[in-house]
C-alpha cells in the first residue's frame, strides 16, 4: 500500500518534486480513508486534523451557505487554506459521491512545507512580500518622518519663533491650537513677510505663517509628498492624523533621495503650457507602468503613482482653464470618481469626474462652468483618459451642481434605492476632490456616509447591487471564461477581478462610515472599525493583492510587446501554479460577497 501512495504521490504536484526517499517516507504517513456519499469531510471553522488528496470520487467546497465554490475530483487537495492559516477549515468540504482520499497529517503537512521551499510555495496563497522591491518614494510617511515637529501657538511672537528654530537648527515651526495644525512658519516666511516687510519682532505668528497648509496622513507615501511639493512649490509638508499633528517632512530630508520617474512626470506637467504639451507627457505613462510593475513594486504603489499623475494633469488643466476663462464667479471643487477617485488608475482609464459649486452660484454662472468643464475634460480625452461611455462627466449639467443639489441627489439615492440610485451611487461614493475649494465636500461626505449606514433598506440594495459582478468561477477547478466575441476564452480582470471586491470594499466604507475611498485602503479601515472580521477581510486583502498584481502584471505584458493594454486574460497565459493560486483568490471573493449577501439579507 506504501508503494502504491509513493506511485500516486511521484506524480502529483506538488510532491512530485520532493526527493524519492522524502516520498517514500511520506507514503509511510498517509493513511487512506473512504468517505461516503453525503458525508462531511470537515465543515467551515473545524478544527483541521489532515490535508487531503482525492484518489476517487468527488467533493464539493461550498460556503457556510451552502452555496457551491468548487467541484474537486481526483488529484485536487483540500484542506491547504485553513492548515495555512489558523488551522481550521475555511469552508466546508462534503462528498457529493462515494470517495477515497489519501489524508496527510496536519503536523506532517506542516513539517512538509518548511522542510521544502517548493512545497510551500504551492501551498501558500499569500503575497510573497519578501520579493517586492523597497523604493524609498513608495515608502509611508510613517517610516520616515521626523517626529514631534517644533510648534508654537499662533500668537507666539515672531521673534521667540525664530529662537527656538535656531535653537533646534530647524527650518520651520507649525502653529498649532491643541493638536490641530493652523499653520506653517518657515525661514522663507521670515526672510519675505516679516524681514522685508519691516515687521516687528513682536509680530504674532499668525500674522507672518501660512495659515492651513496642507496635510498628509502618515500613511501617505514619500512620493506623495515629493509630488506635492514640486507641482504645488511648497518646501514643508506637515504629517496629520485623525486631525492631529504626528510629524513634518521637508525638501530637506527629500534631496538625499533620487526622484522616481513619476515624480519627472509631474514636474513636466506642472510646467506644461498647453494641452498638446500635456498630452505628450502623459503618453509615457505605458512605459512607467512597465518599470513600476518590473520593478516588483505592490499593485497599490503602482496604481497610486499612475493616479497621481492624472490629478497633477487635471489640476494643471484646471489652472489653464482659468487662465483662458478668467476667475470663477464663484468657489468650485473638481472631483473623481471611478478607478482616479479610488486612486486606482492602471494603462487603461476613462475618466470619470463632476463638480460641485457653491450655492452662491447663479443660473447665468453656469456658462462659465461649462467652458470649464469641457476645456478639461477634452484635454483629459486628449491626454488619453477617454470620454466616460456612460457621461458621468461635468461636461453633463447633472454632474455640474451647486452643493444644495448634490446633497439632494445623494439624499435620494439612499432614500429611494430603485436601479439607477444603485448605479450611481456605485461611482459617486467614490468621489474624491481633485482641485478647487477643498470645503465644499467634507460636510457632504460625512452627512452621506451617516445616512447610507443608517438606512438598512439602501444597504441592502447596494450588497443586491454588488453581486452582479461575480468572480470567473468554473465549479470544476477552472475559470468562467467569457463566451463569445472578441475576448472569447479570456477572463475579464476588471469586472470579474478587481471590480467585485471594489464593490465589497465600498460597502465595508459606508457600514463603518469610513471616508476613505482606496479599496485596500478601505478593507484595512474596515477590519480596524470591526466592518468586517479580521479573519475575512485579511483573506479579501491576499486575495484582491493577487487578482490586482496578476492585472498589472497581463497590462504590463502587453505593453513589453507593443499591445494596447487591456483586462481581458487568457488562462493559458498563466502556468498551473498561476491558475491555481488566482482561482483560489477568486474563490475567497466570492465566499466574501456570500457572507455580505447574508448579513445584509440578499434581495432577490
Known sequence: MTTDIAQTLATTHPYDVLPDDVRTELARE?????IPAGQLVYA???????????????????????????ILGPRNSFGERGLMKDGRGAVTAQAAEASRLLAIPAAVFHKLVKDHPRVLRFFDRTRPAAARK????????????????LTCRPETQLIEAARQMRALGVSCIIATEGEAVRGILTTGDIT???VAEGCPPETPVAQVMTPDPMTLPPTALVADVLHA???????????????RLVGIMTQTDLTRFQATSSAALIREIAAAADRATLARIVARIPDLLVQLVGGQNAHQTVTRLITDIADATTRRLLTLAEA???PPPV?????????????????????????????????????????????????????GYFYCPGDMMATNIKWRQPLRVWRDYFRRWINVPNPEAQMLSSVMFDLRPIGGHMALFDDLQAETLAAAAKNSIFMAHLV????????????????????????????????????????????????????????????????EAGAVSATGGHDLRDAYDMIADTRLAHQAAQIRRGEKPDNFMAPADLSDFERSHLRDAFVVVKTMQNAAAAGRGYLS
Open 464 to 527: 443586491s447591487n454588488s453581486l452582479k459582478h461575480q468572480p470567473p468561477l468554473g465549479l470544476f477547478r477552472g475559470f468562467a471564461t467569457v463566451r463569445s466575441g472578441e475576448h472569447k476564452n479570456t477572463i475579464d480582470l476588471k469586472h470579474n477581478g478587481v471590480v467585485p471586491v471594489v464593490d465589497l470594499g465600498r460597502i465595508y466604507a459606508l457600514t463603518g462610515q469610513l471616508p476613505v475611498a482606496n479599496t485596500r485602503a478601505r478593507i484595512l479601515a474596515a477590519i
Open 324 to 326: 483662458k476663462l478668467g
Open 192 to 194: 519675505a513677510r516679516a
Open 134 to 149: 523597497q523604493d524609498i518614494t513608495t515608502m509611508a510617511l510613517s517610516d520616515l518622518m521626523t517626529h514631534a515637529p
Open 30 to 34: 498517509i493513511a487512506i480513508i473512504d
Open 44 to 70: 467551515k471553522g473545524a478544527v483541521l486534523t489532515h490535508l487531503y488528496l482525492i484518489l476517487s470520487g468527488r467533493i464539493d467546497i461550498t460556503d457556510e451557505g451552502g452555496e457551491i465554490l468548487s
Open 331 to 383: 468657489p468650485y471643487l473638481w472631483l473623481a470618481c471611478g478607478s482616479q477617485g479610488r486612486q486606482e488608475q492602471t494603462g487603461v482609464s476613462d475618466q470619470d469626474n463632476c463638480l460641485i459649486i457653491d450655492d452662491a452660484v447663479t443660473p447665468p454662472d453656469d456658462a462659465y462652468f461649462a467652458a470649464l468643464a469641457k476645456f478639461v475634460s477634452d484635454g483629459l480625452d486628449e491626454a
Open 229 to 243: 511639493m514640486i507641482e504645488r512649490k511648497i518646501t514643508h509638508m506637515p504629517v496629520v492624523a485623525a486631525g
